[in-house]
């Protein structure tokens, strides 16, 4: 089955750690590669707005998150990026806490966040050169050439921002993240201002570059057929509700496990066995069980 | 005349409006110089005058100059421009150049002071709160006011000159330097956190262009406040200047050349509001 709804977050993992991770990183006592313990955020001191999340995410491994506005999920984000903390609870990657921003892990964020005053290729070079600050002008030209071409850019290398379209700026905040070869790549709602073919397409170029580079993703969705199509795991999670026993904070409710082919593509996801299942289960749960305000 | 350009029909308008404007001077001067000293006199009263010691109709004429001897003036000065003969007659182009250097030398140390303090101000709130009063208090001081300080502490009129600039054009620049750093998108500057940029990179390559054309904004006004202060203080302080050049003349009756130094004094203004103009397009961005 492809999904346990009644067994919480914490179980449920250690039945989904991959072997490959498992053994590849022998020297460290834990099972994911990025593993994060018991993680709370409260702005209210008794009222967090989640509380008691843990997951791990295995090297290689996709993974998305989903839940209504005001849940967390981009706290969680940040609180990996390093750019926010969390009240209580650890996060720690390849064995080590995460404790501040690190150029071990890439962000793509929802507004692309270019420098509008650079052009395509200032804006990978500056991430290029902060990644290595010893390279010669000629090996950075190079790898953002390179990462320009990864998202089939390179006739508006030298464009500003603003003569982009809306999708080609987040084609940039991708290779932009690319470029600085993280272990991690961290994606907050990439596609959410992009209409819905845009979206499509670039879907289907960040597959295809994730399955290519074996990079490992935590990335934040709205979109169930989005989640389904890139995730090879999805979080659901809850929203935090006044309930007849008093304040629950939200949380981790559950982890599916995306049993389609890992060759599924946008084209012919709908017709594969079990697609409308787990899509059918997702809904459901965003519907009746996720409860947003 | 629809078929016309906006910037042809403007340009059309506006000559118009000179060529009124000079023949409303000219007129109105003309009519000043018909009452003037030596009309309505008999030939026999002009020659009692003449016998006093006065000379009626060789006396400068009372009235404002028009529009025809401004020119003559001007051409006389232009021509000219960098001549030095003592303290009270030195060339149009001498003037202008000694009120360039003084708006220039205070100007320049206001930056050097304001773009730093206002990128404090701007990056930490501790300092914009702690600031906030001096600020609010130095700002609306009008800078002459600080003259007779300047002139005592200092012991040079030159040199107090600068100062007056200085304290005039630091506070557009403070402001808007610390109100474009506090503005800075949250965005850019995570970008550079996960990007581990350094402090001063991050100040020089992410915080700088992305305030840049706030920061030109209060340069530009800092500069049109700078030279409207250097006059008065010139004025004031007196030796060299423009300004001084006004007050000279204004001593010697000679409207025409405080006219011809007016004019003078706005087209220079305008030709530094245009310098500021176009290193503000050179760093404005489109989002």
Not at chain 1, 126 to 139: I, M
Not at chain 2, 104 to 117: D, E, S
């Amino acid at each position: 089955m492809w999904s346990d709804t009644s067994v919480r977050q914490s179980t449920a993992l250690a039945a989904h750690a991959a072997p490959v991770a498992a053994a590849t990183e022998k020297a460290s006592p834990m099972s994911g590669f990025l593993k994060v313990e018991q993680l709370a955020k409260a702005y209210q001191a008794d009222k967090p707005v989640f509380a008691d999340v843990s997951f791990a995410i295995d090297q290689g491994e996709f993974v998305c998150i989903i839940g209504h506005s005001g849940c967390g999920k981009t706290t969680i984000l940040n609180v990996l990026a390093g750019l926010d903390t969390a009240t209580s609870g650890n996060c720690f990657m390849d064995g080590r806490e995460i404790s501040g921003p690190s150029l071990e892990r890439g962000v793509v964020f929802q507004s692309h966040a270019l420098m509008p005053w650079l052009t395509v290729r200032q804006n990978i070079a500056f991430a290029v050169k902060s990644r290595w600050p010893e390279w010669s002008k000629a090996q950075i030209n190079q790898q953002v050439e390179k990462h320009v071409a990864m998202v089939g850019l390179l006739p508006a290398i030298d464009k500003k921002p603003s003569q982009l379209s809306g999708g080609m700026k987040q084609r940039v905040g991708i290779a932009r993240a690319f470029a600085i070869s993280p272990k991690m790549l961290l994606l907050d709602e990439p596609f959410g201002a992009l209409d819905a073919l845009t979206r499509g397409t670039i879907q289907d170029e960040l597959m295809a570059i994730v399955r290519e580079t074996h990079q490992t993703v935590f990335m934040i969705t709205h979109d169930v057929d989005e989640a389904i199509l890139l995730a090879d795991r999805i979080l659901l999670m809850t929203n935090g509700q006044e309930t007849d026993q008093g304040y629950r904070p939200g949380g981790m409710a559950e982890v599916v496990v995306n049993p389609l082919p890992r060759s599924r593509t946008r084209a012919q996801l709908h017709h594969l066995d079990g697609y409308y299942d787990l899509r059918n289960h997702i809904v459901d749960f965003l519907v009746s069980r996720a409860k947003a305000h | 005349m629809n078929r016309l350009s906006l910037n042809l029909r403007a340009a059309v308008v506006s000559l118009l409006l000179l060529v009124c404007f000079l023949g409303i001077w000219e007129l109105a001067t003309d009519a000043a110089s018909v009452g003037g000293s030596s009309a309505g006199l008999t030939a026999e009263e002009i020659e009692y005058q003449q016998m006093m010691g006065k000379n009626p109709g060789a006396e400068k004429t009372a009235g404002v100059p028009g529009p025809l001897a401004v020119a003559r003036a001007s051409w006389g000065h232009l021509s000219d421009p960098f001549y030095d003969k003592g303290p009270n007659d030195k060339g149009i182009g001498v003037q202008l150049g000694h009120s360039l250097a003084r708006v220039a030398a205070g100007y320049l140390l206001a930056m050097v002071v304001a773009i730093p303090l206002g990128f404090l101000i701007g990056m930490s709130p501790l300092m914009r709160k702690a600031l906030d009063p001096f600020v609010q208090v130095l700002k609306p001081i009008s800078p002459l006011a600080w003259m007779p300080l300047a002139l005592y502490a200092l012991k040079d009129s030159d040199v107090s000159g600068i100062f007056v600039i200085f304290i005039c054009s630091i506070w557009p620049m403070l402001i808007n330097t610390a109100f474009g750093v506090a503005a800075v998108k949250r965005d850019w500057l995570n970008v550079a956190s996960t990007l581990e940029v350094s402090p001063l990179r991050k100040a020089f390559q992410v915080i700088l262009p992305a305030a840049a054309p706030t920061i030109l904004t209060g340069m530009r006004i800092s500069m049109g406040i700078a030279w409207l202060v250097i006059v008065a203080a010139e004025m004031l302080v007196g030796g060299t200047g423009i300004g001084y050049f006004v007050w000279n003349e204004w001593n010697n009756l000679s409207l025409t050349n405080v006219i011809f130094a007016v004019l003078v004094i706005g087209v220079v203004g305008m030709l530094l509001d245009l310098m500021f103009a176009q290193l503000q397009k050179a760093v404005t961005y489109v989002e």
